[in-house]
């Protein structure tokens, strides 16, 4: 124990920053990906899709991503494949991202009026035709706020990788108190870095949905 | 490589697992109470009239939703103990859930005061309505009604996010999952039943809101939809 909180202990902590950004980024990115399987399946013409899906979905948000990142890094670990913590991390949180943002989406898709589907059949579009040129442009527009407010839900979720000895922020964090104790500076710090990051997003989200709903805007 | 999987080892542990979930759901239900009293407290001090609490209850929300559980965890419990203040890890759990879920229910209340029209309230002032009659009958009630579905959403939220507790070695579900795997090495097999215990516990909560709902919202329960 000893000593006072210095400006290498700040960059190790903006390290730690760093990979919080990489580790989202990734999990976004690929969580994006399979969210989009998800939507797919969600609105599929199949009711057998459409159920397994949804299972999957209630299953995915109905466990902590606690539990499924130890699922994912001790669970594969003892069956054999070894997975590094940023690839164990990243892995967990695609399966959260996927089943949280195929939910978003398909509520998104779903909430473009049905007549659009319908026009689209008489004008013989095929369905991928219909959903990539007629309803996911206009989808779009209504899952951009959500979708980036679950952004914000991302970078803090990350900061549970920590748990499996991944070095991004909070486990940064971690050890630079174990050294000199003083959690409240360290947390604190840590806390502000995340706040950092996360406000502006938060502050994009809002506007994003103002500016949507302009034409329901209450006069108050 | 081959892997059998072996639950079978797990049955001695069972009573530890269900002591384990019994702990998840009594540290979710206190902190629903608390966190739901805390949260109208603070919609309510942002609708108010005096700036300062406006503008700390605003900040309190923001700082919450802005930063991670786990990081606030680590601040209050390290925090409160390098101070001096040494809790018991069961109520510094549930400190930092409730500090933690006061804010979403904060938001939440908070939106479904907004949609309250403000003709109803003047409507109320006309009629000679006091102002906690007003804020209670006029305002909390129907707004409560409105957003139920999403605050109930969110203490679900909160119950799976009490995992995290973990980490400050709360014995809950998944403080339980910990020892049992680092006694039986059959890690994969007990986060699997753990999993599944969170799932179920995630369908009993909703089911229990659910009920609650339908006894509390007698006009949504005739309706079948809100306001």
Known sequence: ?220 | MKYTFDFASLQEYWPEFLRGALMTLEMTAIATVLGMVIGVLCAIGRRGKRPWLAALCGAYVEVVRNTPYLIQIFFIFFGLASAGLKLPIFAAAILTMVFNVGAYTAEIVRAGMDTIHPGQIEAAEALGLSVPQIYWDVILRPSLERVYPSLTGQFVLMMLSSSVTSQISAEELTGVANSVQSESFRSFETFIVVAVLYFLMAMLLKFAFFLVGQAMFPRRRRLGTPL
């Open chain 1, 1 to 220: 124990m000893g000593g006072s909180f210095t400006i290498n202990h700040f960059l190790y902590l903006l390290q730690g920053v760093g990979w919080t950004i990489v580790l989202s980024a990734l999990a976004f990115a690929l969580g994006g990906v399979a969210g989009f399987g998800v939507m797919l399946l969600r609105t599929a013409r199949s009711a057998l899709l459409r159920r397994i899906s949804f299972l999957y979905v209630q299953l995915i948000q109905g466990t902590p991503l606690l539990i499924l990142l130890f699922v994912v890094y001790f669970g594969l670990g003892v069956v054999g494949i070894e997975l590094p913590p940023l690839l164990a991390a990243g892995v967990s949180l695609m399966v959260y991202c996927s089943a949280f943002l195929g939910e978003i989406w398909r509520g998104c898709v779903e909430s473009v009026p049905r007549t659009q589907w319908e026009a689209s059949e008489g004008l013989a579009l095929t369905r991928w035709q219909t959903l990539v040129d007629v309803i996911l442009p206009q989808a779009a527009r209504i899952a951009t706020p959500p979708t980036v407010g679950f952004l914000v839900q991302v970078l803090k979720s990350t900061s549970l990788a920590s748990v499996v000895g991944f070095v991004e922020l909070t486990r940064a964090a971690q050890v630079v108190n174990n050294s000199l104790f003083t959690p409240f500076l360290v947390f604190g710090i840590a806390g502000v870095l995340y706040f950092a990051l996360c406000y502006p997003l938060s502050r994009w989200s809002r506007s994003l949905e103002r500016k949507l709903n302009v034409g329901r805007r209450q006069a108050a």
